[in-house]
C-alpha cells in the first residue's frame, strides 16, 4: 500500500509562484551581462583573498636560526606584501575572463613563489658565469639593494669561521682580510670587527625547501571567490 499526499490548492498555487520566480532568476543569471558580472566577482574575490593571505605572511616574523642568519633578525623583505611593485601579492594578475565559458583565471608571476610550491623545487645557482651566489650574512647586507660589488666601503673575497664553526668564502669589509696563507688565495678575516665582519656569504647553489604555506589551500581559494560571487548574485536578482 501506498501513502498518498494531498496538497491543498493554496499550497499548489505557492509551488507554482515559486517555480516561476526560480525560472526568473535562472533568466536572470543567465543573461551575458550577469555572467560577465559573475565571473568578475569571481576573479576580484580570489585576488582579494590572496592579498589579504599574503599581507598575513608578510607581518610573520622572520627566522633567525641557523645559516645564514646565526641569531640576527633581518629587516623586512617584503617579500609577501610590499608598495615596491616586487612583493608577490603585487604580483598578482586577472590573466583570463571568459563569461561566454564561465572561465576566469588569476594568475601570480613570481619565480621565487613557484620554487616554494613546486613539490621538487630546483636548486638556485649562479647565472651570467659567476662562481657563487651572494647571501646577506648581516641585516646591514640584507638592507643593501644594489649589488655586492657596489657595497658602500668596498668588499673583499676571504675565508671566514660561521658562528657554527664551519669555513665558508664569503665578501668582507675590506679593511678587514688578512694575508694567512691558508685556504684559496691566502686570504682569511682579520676578525677584528668581531661576528658582524662579514657582509656576504658565497655558496655555489642553495637548495629551497617546498614551503607547503606559501599558498592558501585551494579550499580557501574557492572560499574567497564563492563569498564575493554570492554578493554578486544577491545583486543582480535584486535588479528589476
Same mark, same amino acid.
Given at each position: 500500500?501506498?501513502?498518498?499526499?494531498?496538497?491543498?490548492?493554496?499550497?499548489?498555487?505557492?509551488?507554482?509562484?515559486?517555480?516561476?520566480?526560480?525560472?526568473?532568476?535562472?533568466?536572470?543569471?543567465?543573461?551575458?551581462?550577469?555572467?560577465?558580472?559573475?565571473?568578475?566577482?569571481?576573479?576580484?574575490?580570489?585576488?582579494?583573498?590572496? &592579498?589579504?593571505?599574503?599581507?598575513?605572511?608578510?607581518?610573520?616574523?622572520?627566522?633567525?636560526?641557523?645559516?645564514?642568519?646565526?641569531?640576527?633578525?633581518?629587516?623586512?623583505?617584503?617579500?609577501?606584501?610590499?608598495?615596491?611593485?616586487?612583493?608577490?601579492?603585487?604580483?598578482?594578475?586577472?590573466?583570463?575572463?571568459? !563569461?561566454?565559458?564561465?572561465?576566469?583565471?588569476?594568475?601570480?608571476?613570481?619565480?621565487?613563489?613557484? &620554487?616554494?610550491?613546486?613539490?621538487? !623545487?630546483?636548486?638556485?645557482?649562479?647565472?651570467?658565469?659567476?662562481?657563487?651566489?651572494?647571501?646577506?650574512?648581516?641585516?646591514?647586507?640584507?638592507?643593501?639593494?644594489?649589488?655586492?660589488?657596489?657595497?658602500?666601503?668596498?668588499?673583499?673575497?676571504?675565508?671566514?669561521?660561521? !658562528?657554527?664553526?664551519?669555513?665558508?668564502?664569503?665578501?668582507?669589509?675590506?679593511?678587514?682580510?688578512?694575508?694567512?696563507?691558508?685556504?684559496?688565495?691566502?686570504?682569511?678575516?682579520?676578525?677584528?670587527?668581531?661576528?658582524?665582519?662579514?657582509?656576504?656569504?658565497?655558496?655555489?647553489?642553495?637548495?629551497?625547501? &617546498?614551503?607547503?604555506?606559501?599558498? !592558501?589551500?585551494?579550499?580557501?581559494?574557492?572560499?574567497?571567490?564563492?563569498?564575493?560571487?554570492?554578493?554578486?548574485?544577491?545583486?543582480?536578482?535584486?535588479?528589476?
Amino acid at each position: 500500500m501506498v501513502d498518498s499526499i494531498e496538497f491543498s490548492e493554496l499550497e499548489i498555487r505557492e509551488f507554482e509562484n515559486a517555480l516561476k520566480e526560480a525560472e526568473k532568476a535562472v533568466d536572470k543569471l543567465s543573461l551575458p551581462a550577469s555572467r560577465k558580472t559573475i565571473i568578475e566577482a569571481a576573479n576580484a574575490g580570489l585576488v582579494n583573498g590572496l &592579498r589579504r593571505y599574503f599581507r598575513q605572511r608578510e607581518q610573520m616574523p622572520g627566522r633567525k636560526d641557523g645559516f645564514p642568519w646565526f641569531g640576527q633578525a633581518y629587516p623586512k623583505s617584503y617579500f609577501w606584501y610590499g608598495t615596491r611593485g616586487t612583493s608577490v601579492a603585487e604580483r598578482i594578475r586577472v590573466t583570463l575572463s571568459s !563569461p561566454t565559458r564561465m572561465v576566469g583565471q588569476v594568475t601570480i608571476a613570481s619565480p621565487a613563489l613557484a &620554487r616554494m610550491v613546486a613539490e621538487h !623545487p630546483q636548486p638556485i645557482r649562479p647565472k651570467g658565469g659567476r662562481r657563487f651566489l651572494a647571501i646577506p650574512a648581516s641585516p646591514l647586507a640584507a638592507n643593501w639593494s644594489g649589488m655586492p660589488k657596489d657595497f658602500p666601503g668596498g668588499l673583499r673575497f676571504a675565508f671566514s669561521k660561521t !658562528p657554527d664553526g664551519n669555513w665558508l668564502p664569503s665578501l668582507v669589509a675590506a679593511s678587514n682580510v688578512k694575508r694567512s696563507g691558508k685556504g684559496s688565495g691566502g686570504v682569511t678575516a682579520s676578525g677584528k670587527k668581531g661576528a658582524g665582519s662579514v657582509v656576504y656569504w658565497l655558496v655555489h647553489k642553495v637548495n629551497p625547501r &617546498r614551503d607547503r604555506t606559501a599558498m !592558501p589551500s585551494i579550499h580557501d581559494q574557492k572560499a574567497f571567490a564563492r563569498s564575493s560571487v554570492a554578493v554578486a548574485v544577491k545583486r543582480i536578482l535584486a535588479t528589476q
